[in-house]
């Protein structure tokens, strides 16, 4: 699996408004079994270049590719977890797992598969209870499993964890980073936290402020898992980068701010 991004530019027309750049010129090259990560200050169209791999929206300029074919919608090659779990609430767990994949797989193999990714996610108990009956970060497990069932070239996760604690979104970091390097998922991870990047990715895609652009690829050569201590200098070395961008962020607001 191949996913290339060419030239991909991005802008938004509201109503009444000047129209609104989010991306610009955006070039990129994932290979099969990469855990890549975009990370950014808020605004500069991360989500919005993971809702174009996703085949959710499309660019206004340029062109996004996997395995040499355009992504125009979505489709079964590629599956989303969202920040929130997006789970039906009438739907038992297992249910929630099988539904994207009625149109697939008989009856056995969807049993099988959701069988198999709520154990990798460590569900196996819960699988006849509702949404509401779980907690935050189980509800989020559940939303990974049904991802990973549809066994999709492409696993897209939009700040899976920024809604949860911090414990928990250390347990589900670890879950995440077991399930890549069991199932050799090709990731792309949106996160605004730097630690997080730095322990899951081979490799960091940091974005400027809007209109977002590359401005560096940083290929993350530690070894897994990795420790604290080893991750301290690529985290200061990281954030060193991405300062320049959240002051510019910070100043704009304070213009538009001024001038209303």
């Known amino acids: 699996m191949h996913l290339d991004i060419n030239n991909v530019s991005k802008s938004f027309f509201r109503h009444g408004e000047q129209s609104i750049q989010a991306l610009q010129t955006i070039n990129l090259a994932i290979e099969d079994g990469e855990f890549v990560s975009l990370l950014g200050p808020s605004g500069c169209g991360k989500s919005t270049l993971l809702s174009m791999m996703a085949g959710l929206s499309t660019p206004s300029f340029g062109s996004v590719y996997l395995d040499d074919k355009e992504i125009m919608e979505p489709g079964p090659d590629k599956s989303m977890v969202f920040q929130e779990p997006a789970l039906f609430p009438w739907m038992s767990v297992k249910q929630n797992v099988t539904f994207p994949l009625r149109k697939s797989m008989n009856k056995q193999e969807q049993e099988h598969a959701a069988a198999q990714y709520l154990k990798m996610v460590h569900l196996s108990q819960f699988t006849g209870n509702y949404p509401h009956e779980l907690s935050g970060g189980m509800q989020q497990r559940v939303a990974?499993?049904?991802?990973?069932?549809?066994?999709?070239?492409?696993?897209?996760?939009?700040?899976?964890?920024?809604?949860?604690?911090?414990?928990?979104?250390?347990?589900?970091?670890d879950e995440v980073e077991n399930i890549w390097l069991e199932a050799k998922k090709t990731i792309i991870f949106v996160t605004h936290s730097i630690r997080e990047a730095i322990k899951l990715s081979d490799r960091i895609i940091i974005m400027s402020a809007r209109p977002g652009t590359v401005i560096s690829d940083v290929t993350v050569n530690l070894d897994r898992p990795r420790q604290q201590k080893d991750m301290a200098v690529l985290e200061e070395d990281v954030m060193a980068i991405l300062k320049t961008e959240i002051d510019n962020v910070m100043n704009e607001e304070l213009r538009y701010a001024g001038n209303h």
């Open 144 to 173: 990974i499993a049904r991802a990973l069932a549809m066994n999709s070239k492409l696993l897209l996760m939009d700040e899976p964890f920024g809604a949860l604690d911090e414990q928990t979104r250390q347990v589900l970091q």
